[in-house]
C-alpha cells in the first residue's frame, strides 16, 4: 500500500521586518523567518541605518528569492517603514517580526493549524534575556483552543502595571489578513514612533476585526532596557494620547470599549506629565520641574511612586543569575480571554 505523504505547507505568509541599527541581530532574524516552510516573502525595510544592518541582511539571502530588502536613506520610524514594505507585498498573510526578535522553528506551522476563522492570529509571546534565548522551545506549546481578543480587553491589557513585568497586549505579533486591512483602508499610523501596534490593532478591533491569541508557538522577543518600546519620549506619548481621543471622538463603541480607553488615556497622560516634569528639571533644574509637578496634581502619585522605585532599584541588589535567565510568557495561562467561536 502507498503510503499518503502529508501535504507540503502553502507558503503564503510574508515576513516584514522593519530595522534601524541592527547589525548584530537581523541575520538570526532573517535566517529564522526563511526556515518557516510558510514564508513566501522576507521583505526587510532598512530603515536608513548607520550600521551594516543592510549589508548584514543581504547577506542572510538564503538564495530561495524569498528576500527583499528596501533601503531607506532618511529615517522614517517603524511605521512609515512597515507601510512601505506592506505597499510591496504580494502574500495574502502578513506578519511582523522585529529585527532583534526571533522565530522558532515551526512558529508559523503551529499558529496556521489553529481554526481559520480569524483576521488576526497571535501566539503568545515567550519574552528571553540574550543568554536565554536558548531554553525558550522549552515554552512552546501553541496553538491549544484560541480566545479572542475584544477591543475592551486589548485595550485594558495596554495599561502597564507599576513595577510588574510589561506585559501589554500591543506587544503581540500576529499574523494579519492582507484584505482585511485593505478593505478596512488600515495601516499603521506614521504620526506615532511609539506605539504603532497598539494604534493598528485598536483600530482592526473597532472596525470589527476577530483577533486570536494562541498559546506560545514560537515568536521569541528579546528583552532589552534600550529597545524603543522602553523609551517615552514626551512627544510619543503626545501622539498615543491624541490617537486615544480620536478613538474616543468615535460613535459606535461600546462601554467597555469605551471605559478601556478612558483609562488607557488616563495611564498614558501620567506618563506624559511626567515626561514633561523630567525634560523641565533637564532644560531648567529642579525648581522649574518642582512647578510643573504642582501644575499636575492627578499626576503626583505616579510621577512619586516611580521616581521612588527607580531609586530603591539602584539600592536594591539585582536578582541572581539563574532567576534572570528564565524565559517568562507575555501572558502565560493565567490571562483568560473569550473563546473563538
Request: with cysteine; aromatic share 4%.
Amino acid at each position: 500500500m502507498r503510503r499518503l505523504q502529508a501535504p507540503s505547507p502553502v507558503p503564503e505568509v510574508c515576513v516584514i521586518i522593519a530595522a534601524r541599527d541592527a547589525a548584530d541581530t537581523i541575520a538570526t532574524a532573517i535566517a529564522s523567518a526563511l526556515r518557516q516552510p510558510e514564508v513566501a516573502e522576507v521583505i526587510v525595510v532598512d530603515d536608513a541605518s548607520a550600521d551594516r544592518t543592510g549589508a548584514a541582511a543581504a547577506a542572510a539571502d538564503d538564495g530561495s528569492g524569498r528576500l527583499k530588502l528596501i533601503r531607506l536613506s532618511v529615517n522614517v520610524g517603524p511605521a512609515a517603514a512597515r507601510n512601505r514594505a506592506i505597499a510591496a507585498a504580494t502574500a495574502p498573510l502578513l506578519c511582523i517580526l522585529d529585527a532583534d526578535d526571533h522565530f522558532i522553528d515551526g512558529r508559523l506551522g503551529r499558529l496556521l493549524s489553529a481554526p481559520r476563522t480569524w483576521d488576526l492570529i497571535a501566539d503568545d509571546i515567550i519574552m528571553v534575556r540574550g543568554r536565554e534565548a536558548g531554553s525558550a522551545a522549552g515554552l512552546v506549546t501553541g496553538p491549544g483552543r484560541p480566545q479572542r481578543l475584544t477591543l475592551a480587553t486589548f485595550v485594558a491589557g495596554n495599561i502597564p502595571r507599576p513595577g510588574a513585568y510589561r506585559r501589554e497586549l500591543g506587544f503581540l505579533k500576529p499574523v494579519m489578513r492582507r484584505g482585511f486591512l485593505e478593505r478596512q483602508g488600515l495601516r499603521y499610523d506614521v504620526r506615532l514612533r511609539l506605539g504603532e501596534d497598539y494604534a493598528l490593532y485598536v483600530e482592526a478591533l473597532a472596525a470589527g476585526a476577530v483577533f486570536a491569541v494562541t498559546a506560545p508557538c514560537g515568536y521569541v522577543a528579546v528583552e532589552r532596557a534600550n529597545s524603543l518600546s522602553a523609551q517615552h519620549r514626551t512627544d510619543d506619548l503626545a501622539a498615543i494620547l491624541a490617537f486615544d481621543d480620536a478613538m474616543l471622538a468615535r460613535p459606535g463603541l461600546t462601554p467597555d470599549a469605551r471605559a478601556a480607553l478612558r483609562a488607557h488615556r488616563t495611564a498614558t497622560a501620567k506618563r506624559w506629565q511626567h515626561r514633561r516634569v523630567l525634560d523641565r528639571r533637564r532644560a531648567q533644574g529642579y525648581a522649574a520641574a518642582v512647578r510643573e509637578l504642582l501644575g499636575t496634581p492627578m499626576a503626583w502619585r505616579h510621577i512619586l511612586s516611580v521616581t521612588l522605585a527607580a531609586k530603591l532599584a539602584r539600592l536594591v541588589p539585582t536578582a541572581a543569575p539563574d532567576r534572570e535567565i528564565r524565559p517568562r510568557l507575555l501572558l502565560g495561562p493565567e490571562r483568560r480571554l473569550e473563546p473563538v467561536r
